[in-house]
Each structure stands twice: as structure tokens, then as C-alpha cells.
């Protein structure tokens, strides 16, 4: 729980910081009027925003959904495939395409989470100073880079702290909100959801609109699924229902009741609700809690993206893991630079956590409405949940989704393209990239031919070449097709080695691979001629190393001692050209083809020894 409270709950237990003061913000263009009336639906529509969509749609329901103990929209996406009927495939990919969209959105998260969260806890300097007002970008700008400069040194150390820090901050919140309440103790009649359904239809044109701020108070919510592989399902939920969920509650309460008693506090309620002397200690809690936040979504894309890449939706990328304890604690360079400039691209561009809010809502609400639909079309495909019963939690469900959805697009011109643009941006990206790989894949396999003719052939001796003392290891896709490399190396340089490995690495639609179930060993037809077929199999959550993989197998089945110390490794590259078929369009050709100046070196990424590896290039048109 601890551990929980110091990675998943950070962007979560933030957003009582802005949540409210967005909502009353007086430059919104459809402003909310500070009455006692709007006080108190605003105040319980909050409340029950988060019990809906945190706690019955993420927390009792779509934590069921886990694949092999991962959760996120990329497990949901690969139950999909796993648990599709042969029938429903075709709803099933329109579905799968909408799950890389929420994907795609959250990297639009994970950008813009950092921007509003530290800015919005910098922004308590001017609440104690107000001449301090000119150096919050500036202090945002720098406390963001050094977050970025310190990811490649992992999270473990840091983590230590995260849990204790997040525990003062959700206690002092909570005990900050109780001494608000005190003041008008009537707040507390907002819990009854007539209030929120009052506000919402006696009110209408002003609550539709302020939904859109409404939703900062459930962003987060993602991350308590996605990272559920890291603590388990009952950490989690105990974490949110016991101390997280109240402490949250109690400091909205306790804005509502300063807001009552003088309309002057909506500028900052969240530090005013704080005595004098303690809100500069406040403000370097906020920037604590704001920083451990954005650790949490930085993470979080680091792990969707090495998902993505692992199921064919991105490049190989290169991936450091920081933690010898902690599996899922990686560290991605290419998507930590990206983040660090488009942070910091935003913090300077909108340069206050109110023009951000804008833009966060449309992320939020377009990932949860996708892992909603997702989940109950899984419920269903792997459970056999009734349909009746399906449409008494998808209905209201989605319905209020969609209506979080719908108030967020009237700010479209205000920041809310924000988001969509990030998303139909890495959406273009990871399925430009899928159908390229397919385009390559299938021609690569054209000239590769088949893998167990030309086993024939060696064994039959209609391809001539030398034998030569050693073991060489060659990389391939697939027991289908003969690796590029071996082939070019008997028909050019008519050799062959004595021993020959042919391993192909297979990526599982789990997280993890048990040791025992790594290897399985092929011999092609023949148990005498050196060469065999191995397939070794790694989760979607694993980075391959093909020297432990080989160091696995029994040397009973190897067809002689490979000598893996002095082994040669060979790899085949591919040189990709623009051509004149009708594959893609034009511009889907370029894009594919610059996707792939960010693929990582194959020799590093496979964990090859570089003194002991050559790479044989060959050239195809996309």
C-alpha cells in the first residue's frame, strides 16, 4: 500500500490543488457564478464525478480485467485478441484500433500532466508572495528538467521516499479540509448526489460547461490500472478506499466551505485553506507531490511505449532497466528527451496551470471513455457476462463518459485540440508503422525463401560450402523463412559453421515468461547436420537477451557443444527505399520510413556482444 500510495496516486492526489479554483475561474469563457447553490453542486458533482468513474468503473470493475496481472489499455487491447470469437474479429480490430488511440492519448497525458501539476504547485508562491508571481515558469521550467535529467538513474532510490511524502501529503490535505468544513460544517450536505443532479439539469447551461473542469478531479484515474501489475489489485484498492479517496473528499469539502465564506478565496482555495505560516511549507509539499505525479505518467509512458514496440506498433526501442528488484522500473531515452521538450514546450506556451486545464480534461476523458467500451466488450467475450446485465453498467457508465467527453470538445479552440492533435499524432505514427512492418515483413520473407528447403539443400549438398570449426548464431524472425544472413554466407562466402543456432524471439500476449517455458528447440528434419531452430520466448513487458536465452538449453539436444564464449553472431539488416508500389500513401511511406531512423541497435537491444557480431545488410522498397 505504501508503494502504491508513492507511485499510482500522485497525478490523482494532486488534482484537489486546481480542480476547483479551474471551475470558478472567472476568465473561463463560460464562466461558473460563485453562488451558495453552484457552491454546493459543483462541490457534489465533484464528489460523485470521482465515485463513478475512480471508484465503480476503474477501481470494482475495470481492475477485474488483467492480463496475467498487467492491467492498462494495452492489456485490454490484448484480450481483445486473445478472447475475440473467430466471428467478431472485425469488431474486435475497430476496437483494438480505438485501444491504440487511448494509447496515443496518453502519451497527450503523460506531456501535459508534468506542465500542470508543477505549475499549479509553484503557483502557491504567489498566494504567500505575490512579487513572486514572475519566477513561477521559470522554477516550473527547472524543477521539469531536472525530473527528465534524473529518470536515467531509475526510480528505485527515489522510490523509497515516494511512499512516506505521499502519506504526509494526503493526511495534511484531508486535515486542512476538516478545518475547513468547520467553518460552514453544511458543505457536508453535498455528498447527497441530489445536489449534483439539481446543479446539473436545474442548471444546465452552466454545468455542461463546467464539466469540463469538473473531470480534473478523476485524472489519474488511468494510472491505477495501468500500474496495477506493480502492487496488485487489493494494494491498490485498499490504498484509494482507506486514505487516497477521503483525504481527496475532505479537501473539497473543505474548498466548498472557504468558498462559502468569502467568494475572494476561489483565486486560490486549495492554499488558502492553509494558515499563514504553513503554506510556504505547503507549496514545497504541493511540489513534492506535483513532482512524484509526474513521475508516475512518465513511467506509465515508458511502459506503454515499450509495449507498443513489443507488440508491433513501434519500433525496437532501447530500454534500460533501472531496478534489479523491480522489473517494471525501465527507462526509455528516446521518449524520455521527447517528454522533456514538449513539457517543457507547454509550461512556456500556456505558462499557467489554468490555460493547461483545458487541454488536460480532453486526455482524461477520451482515455477513460475507450477503457470503458473496452472493458465491457471483454466482459463479455471472456466472462459471458449477460447482456442484460452488460447494459446496466455500460449504459450509465458510458453516458457519463460521454458527457465529460462532450462538455471537454466546446473547449476545443481553448486547448482541447491540445490532446487530439498529440493523439491522431502518435496514432498516425504506431499504425503507419504496423502496416509498414507488414509491407516489409512480407517482402523480406519473399526473398528470404523457405527455411526447411534450404536445410535440404546444405544436407543434401545442392548448396556447396565449406564447414568450418565454430558456432554461429543467427537472428530471425520466424521458422518459416532462412535468415538473410545465413543464406547470403553460403551463397557468397560458401561457408557454413559447424554449429549452427537459428533463434527467432517470440513475444508473448503476456507479461512475463517463466525460465522454465524460455526455450524450445527445433532440429529442422535432421539431428546430425549442427543446425537447429530455437524460439525463445519473452513477455510484452520483457527485454530479450539472446546470449541467457542460449545459455538455457540442454546441451543433450544441441546436436553437439555450442561454444557459446567464442560464438559468432550474426545479424540482417534492412536499408528501406521509397518505392513505386501501391502500398501506402506517399506520405505514409515517408513517415515510416523516418519512424525507422529511431529503431535501436538490434546488437545492444538483443543483448549481443558487439565484438562478436556481424551485421549483413540487404536493401527493399516500401
Keep these: 500500500m505504501v508503494g502504491a500510495l508513492g507511485v499510482v496516486f500522485g497525478d490523482i492526489g494532486t488534482s484537489p490543488i486546481y480542480t476547483l479554483q479551474t471551475v470558478f475561474n472567472p476568465s473561463d469563457p463560460h464562466p461558473v457564478p460563485v453562488s451558495r447553490d453552484n457552491v454546493f453542486g459543483v462541490v457534489s458533482l465533484v464528489f460523485w464525478s470521482v465515485m463513478i468513474i475512480v471508484t465503480v468503473t476503474y477501481v470494482l470493475l475495470a481492475m477485474r480485467a488483467d492480463n496475467d496481472g498487467e492491467g492498462g489499455i494495452m492489456a485490454l487491447i490484448t484480450l481483445l485478441r486473445r478472447w475475440t470469437a473467430p466471428g467478431g474479429r472485425r469488431t474486435a480490430m475497430a476496437l483494438s484500433a480505438l485501444g491504440i488511440f487511448g494509447a496515443s492519448l496518453f502519451f497527450g497525458d503523460s506531456m501535459i500532466t508534468p506542465a500542470i501539476s508543477v505549475l499549479s504547485a509553484v503557483e502557491g508562491l504567489k498566494v504567500v508572495q505575490p512579487s513572486l508571481e514572475e519566477l513561477i515558469v521559470p522554477i516550473t521550467a527547472v524543477i521539469i528538467v531536472a525530473l527528465f535529467l534524473v529518470q536515467k538513474r531509475g526510480t528505485a532510490a527515489v522510490g523509497r521516499v515516494f511512499g512516506p511524502v505521499m502519506i504526509a501529503w494526503f493526511i495534511t490535505i484531508g486535515a486542512c479540509g476538516v478545518a475547513g468544513i468547520g467553518k460552514h460544517p453544511e458543505i457536508l450536505k453535498a455528498l447527497s448526489p441530489t445536489y449534483a443532479l439539481s446543479f446539473l439539469f436545474g442548471h444546465f447551461g452552466i454545468a455542461f460547461f463546467a464539466l469540463a473542469a469538473v473531470v480534473l478531479a478523476v485524472t489519474g484515474a488511468e494510472a491505477l490500472y495501468a500500474d496495477m501489475g506493480h502492487f496488485g489489485r487489493r494494494a491498490i484498492t485498499r490504498a484509494w478506499l482507506v486514505l487516497v479517496f477521503p483525504a481527496c473528499v475532505l479537501s473539497y469539502m473543505g474548498q466548498g466551505a472557504l468558498i462559502l465564506d468569502d467568494p475572494a478565496n476561489l483565486s486560490a482555495p486549495f492554499f488558502l485553506l492553509v494558515p499563514g505560516w504553513g503554506r510556504l511549507p505547503m507549496v514545497l509539499l504541493a511540489t513534492a507531490a506535483t513532482v512524484i505525479a509526474s513521475q508516475a505518467v512518465i513511467t506509465g509512458a515508458y511502459s506503454v511505449a515499450a509495449q507498443a514496440a513489443q507488440l508491433g506498433y513501434l519500433p525496437r526501442l532501447r530500454i534500460a532497466h533501472t531496478s534489479e528488484s523491480t522489473i517494471g522500473q525501465i527507462y526509455v ?21 489554468a490555460a493547461l486545464a483545458y487541454a488536460f480534461g480532453m486526455a482524461v476523458t477520451g482515455t477513460i471513455t475507450i477503457t470503458t467500451l473496452l472493458f465491457f466488450y471483454v466482459a463479455r467475450a471472456k466472462w459471458q457476462t449477460p447482456l442484460w446485465l452488460i447494459a446496466l453498467g455500460a449504459i450509465p457508465l458510458l453516458a457519463v463518459d460521454l458527457l465529460f467527453v462532450t462538455a471537454n470538445i466546446t473547449k476545443f479552440v481553448h486547448g482541447a485540440w491540445l490532446p487530439l492533435l498529440i493523439g491522431i499524432t502518435a496514432f498516425t505514427i504506431m499504425t503507419t508503422w504496423q502496416r509498414g512492418r507488414e509491407i516489409v515483413t512480407a ?33 530471425n524472425r520466424g521458422k518459416q523463412t532462412a535468415p538473410l544472413a545465413m543464406r547470403a554466407n553460403v551463397e557468397h562466402n560458401h561457408v557454413r559453421h559447424q554449429q549452427i543456432v537459428i533463434i527467432s524471439i517470440k513475444t508473448e500476449p503476456v507479461p512475463r515468461v517463466p525460465v522454465d517455458q524460455r526455450v524450445a528447440i527445433d532440429h529442422l528434419g535432421y539431428r546430425e547436420d549442427g543446425i537447429i531452430f530455437v524460439t525463445a520466448r519473452y513477455g510484452y513487458m520483457e527485454t530479450p537477451d539472446v546470449p541467457a536465452a542460449l545459455a538455457l538449453l540442454d546441451p543433450a539436444e544441441t546436436e553437439g557443444l555450442l561454444q557459446l564464449d567464442d560464438a559468432s553472431y550474426f545479424l540482417s539488416t534492412i536499408e528501406l527505399r521509397r518505392g513505386d508500389a501501391p502500398t501506402m500513401a506517399d506520405w505514409r511511406k515517408r513517415l515510416f520510413i523516418a519512424t525507422s531512423h529511431i529503431t ?23
Design 600 to 622: 535501436a541497435d538490434a546488437a545492444e537491444y538483443f543483448g549481443l556482444p558487439r565484438d562478436r557480431t556481424v551485421i549483413m545488410g540487404s536493401q527493399i522498397e516500401v
Design 443 to 475: 517482402e523480406r520473407e519473399r526473398r528470404e525463401g523457405s527455411l526447411g528447403e534450404f536445410v535440404d539443400e546444405l544436407q543434401s549438398g545442392t548448396a556447396s560450402a565449406i564447414t568450418v570449426p565454430g558456432t554461429a548464431i543467427f537472428l
Design 333 to 353: 531515452p528516446w521518449i524520455n528527451w521527447l517528454l522533456m521538450v514538449s513539457v517543457l514546450t507547454l509550461v512556456f506556451a500556456f505558462r499557467s496551470s
